[in-house]
């Protein structure tokens, strides 16, 4: 029997050598109340298409529109007995003119007309789709998933629906677990007994160099932001270079093109050393208000702000996660950027597949800056012993970085599968890396974890 919300849906690693098209993921249903959370958190209104991937019989579609009044929901599932079941369920429902069923696969369907995407998919299928649904769909589209989340990429909204299991599955462990009553009460559940419904919204790309003119008081001067982003997550600095120079870090908030930016002063204190931006950013302006706090009261200033043109495409060179040089290659292809990475020190025997360039896993281009994430150690098989990671340069590289003039700046942090690796002593010796199926390193070796600053060379246009 499957228990919806509580089988583990099965879906594999992001981006591995087999299509993403080629995941199980089973059909489960969702409850119909959990149906009704979910799409309460997207907050649908008239105005809203709604796309189900993987819509199962049709439950959420009729929903969204019988229930949410969504302009138009449209599913999309592989299995056509449930889309006959859906069209069935449709018209029982009155909503047939409202929605849609396309057989078909939802990984490489097209969606982008969706204002709300729904999902009940898997953690690896949530992460194959992550970036398609970032480029494709228009900023401020929320996405809405049905227990799994999308790996690094903090949730806007999350809703933890504590569920009473009736019956043996609430008495399996501990039978007094759902007795407020006792201490053995528990009262945040296995995750198993949880409903967990999250909610993203698609961020505008606001990376890069932004400025436009502005008075503060009687200073005519140009304001600056410099934005980082990683995904929802924008940092930066802010710089007033007017007859004073007012400069310092920015705490921003983005929710679609939405941004709103705290100028937080490092160099000195006035009136105008506390106001924030507020806008939206929309392709390469930024428009909006400037609201500067003066005596009891705070002033709007209308400004406007233009990103400065960024070329990061090239190949990028930087000391690695074991202190040799790597490289990251970004070009455009199909009209789209892309990047791989390549180091040519590693160890990789033939029967592995060789050294090869690795794709990234994931390449946000951000406008003038991206994000990316890049999965290393997938050469091996089973002939390693099940795990497919036997290296400490294995593990997930995760950047940032924005181009200003002709150099790169960002961030960068390796977090290694293996923290064994970790805790052993440093003996650095670049030749000690070894990748042979079940080996250790001859030697010990230095593996730097967690995010530090990132200022690659240009080596090749
Ligand atoms: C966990 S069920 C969710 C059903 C529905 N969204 C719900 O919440 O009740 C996942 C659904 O995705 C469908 N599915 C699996 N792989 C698919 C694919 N590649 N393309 C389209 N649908 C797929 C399955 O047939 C199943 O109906």
Not at 357 to 367: E, K, L, R, V
Request: some cysteine.
């Amino acid at each position: 029997m499957l228990l919806p919300g509580v089988m583990p849906l099965q879906a594999s690693p992001p981006n591995t050598n087999t299509s993403p098209a080629q995941t199980t993921i089973p059909y489960v249903p969702t409850r119909h109340d959990a149906v009704r959370d979910l799409l309460w958190l997207a907050d649908i209104g008239t105005n809203d298409v709604v796309y189900d991937l993987g819509s199962g019989d049709g439950r959420v579609v009729i929903a969204a529109v019988r229930d949410f009044h969504a302009r138009k929901a449209v599913g999309i599932e592989i299995n056509p007995q449930f889309i006959r079941e859906s069209r069935e369920n449709a018209a029982q429902a009155g909503v047939a003119g409202r929605v849609e069923f396309i057989q078909g696969d939802l990984f490489t369907n097209d969606f982008s007309q969706a204002s709300v995407v729904v999902l009940y998919l898997g953690h690896g299928a949530n992460l194959d789709l992550r970036a398609q649904l970032v480029r494709t769909l228009k900023p401020g589209t929320r996405i809405v998933s049905h227990q799994f989340g999308m790996g690094e990429w903090p949730a806007d909204k999350l809703l933890d629906v504590r569920t009473i299991l009736l019956g043996m599955y609430g008495e399996m462990y501990n039978e007094f677990r759902i007795n407020p009553d006792v201490p053995e009460f528990d009262s945040t559940g296995s995750r198993a007994s949880h409903d967990v419904l999250s909610a993203w919204m698609v961020p505008a790309p606001v990376a890069g160099v932004w400025r436009g003119k502005v008075r503060l008081e009687s200073e005519e001067g140009e304001l600056k932001f410099t934005l980082h982003q990683r995904l929802s997550g924008v940092t930066g600095s802010f710089q007033f270079q007017g007859p004073t120079n007012l400069e310092g870090h920015v705490q921003a908030d983005l929710w679609g093109d939405h941004l709103r930016c705290w100028c937080i002063s490092t160099n000195r204190s006035s009136y105008f050393s506390q106001m924030w931006f507020e806008g939206h950013a929309i392709d390469d302006t930024l428009n909006g208000s400037l609201w500067v706090p003066q005596g009891n009261e705070t002033r709007e200033i209308k400004w406007a702000g233009r990103r400065d043109r960024a070329d990061f495409t090239g190949t990028w060179e930087w000391a690695g996660p074991m202190d040799s040089p790597v490289q990251l290659k970004i070009e455009r292809r199909d009209g789209r950027l892309t990047a791989t990475y390549v180091d040519k020190n590693r160890t990789v025997p033939d029967y592995m597949g060789g050294n090869k360039p690795i794709p990234a896993t994931d390449f946000y281009d951000f406008g003038g800056g991206f994000y990316f994430t890049l999965l290393l150690g997938l050469e091996g098989s089973s002939m390693t012993g099940g795990s497919r990671r036997v290296s400490p340069e294995d593990g997930w590289l995760i950047g940032e970085g924005i181009a200003i003039s002709n150099t790169l700046t960002g961030t960068i942090a390796f977090y290694p599968y293996n923290r064994r690796f970790m805790n052993e002593p440093i003996v650095p010796d670049p030749k000690s890396r070894t990748n042979a199926p079940g080996s250790q390193p001859d030697k010990r070796v230095v593996v730097q974890e967690g995010r530090r600053d990132w200022l690659p060379k240009r080596v090749a246009p």
